[in-house]
């Protein structure tokens, strides 16, 4: 079953603009990771953030970690046309057992 | 960081038959993972595979159904059984990576599965 949900659904955006996706969970994790999925092929795993931190960044992104309220962000700053994909949250258990969110399917307009 | 060759990259099979989807990894893992996309939905997991015990699968998901072998640390199959349209899906494996400098989960390419 899904740890959490996702929103928005779907978010579409001018190429430029920042996209931002959040995602909740219910339990407990190890860590938190955000992976990206185009055209319904493989997953690209993106980013990975530890329970313990609270802020990471890799290149034009960013994500925030916020356990106390089991919630999570992924920035991506200056978008291109070539970020659109659906993008999914992760939560990893101490099991190694990788649960997915909803997903966020984002559209950047060139 | 691990690569992974899964197999086929899709079929189209009819219903009441089985198809079998292969995944070799090019590193030895502990546990690989087996995961379903349903059309326009994210990913559920199906089972876990681990060498040498049968896998553990999630609410759901039943072994007669979705047998999966393990047979080495580089390899493992998953059969969807007596398939019916629902089962048309995509099917991903997936392991840990723990060579890489993300430290993340590498998936295959997956397999897009269509019932008819």
């Known amino acids: 079953s899904q740890q959490g949900e996702e929103d928005p659904q779907a978010l579409s955006i001018q190429e430029g603009e920042n996209a931002t996706m959040n995602c909740s969970y219910k339990?407990?994790?190890?860590?938190l990771q955000w992976y990206r999925q185009n055209s319904g092929r493989g997953l690209v795993h993106l980013i990975l953030?530890?329970?313990?931190?609270r802020e990471k960044h890799s290149g034009r992104l960013r994500v925030t970690l916020d356990t106390s309220k089991k919630s999570s962000s992924l920035l991506i700053t200056a978008s291109r046309a070539a970020d659109t994909a659906s993008y999914f949250c992760?939560?990893?258990?101490?099991?190694?057992?990788?649960?997915f969110g909803q997903g966020t399917t984002l559209q950047v307009k060139p | 960081s691990a690569v992974i060759s899964q197999k086929p990259s899709r079929d189209i099979c009819q219903r009441g038959t089985s198809l079998t989807i292969q995944c070799q990894v090019d590193s030895q893992v502990t546990m690989m993972f087996w995961y379903r996309q349903q059309p326009g939905q994210s990913l559920t997991l199906i089972a876990t595979a681990n060498q040498g015990s049968e896998a553990t699968y999630e609410s759901g998901f039943v072994i007669d159904k979705f047998p999966i072998s393990r047979p080495n640390l580089t390899f493992s199959t998953l059969t969807v059984s007596n398939m019916s349209p629902e089962d048309s899906s995509i099917y991903l494996c997936s392991v840990e990576d723990l060579s890489g400098v993300h430290y993340g989960y590498t998936f295959g390419s997956g397999t897009r599965l269509t019932v008819v």
């Open positions: 339990t407990s994790i190890n860590n």
């Open positions: 953030i530890r329970s313990n931190e």
């Open positions: 992760a939560t990893v258990f101490y099991t190694g057992k990788l649960i």
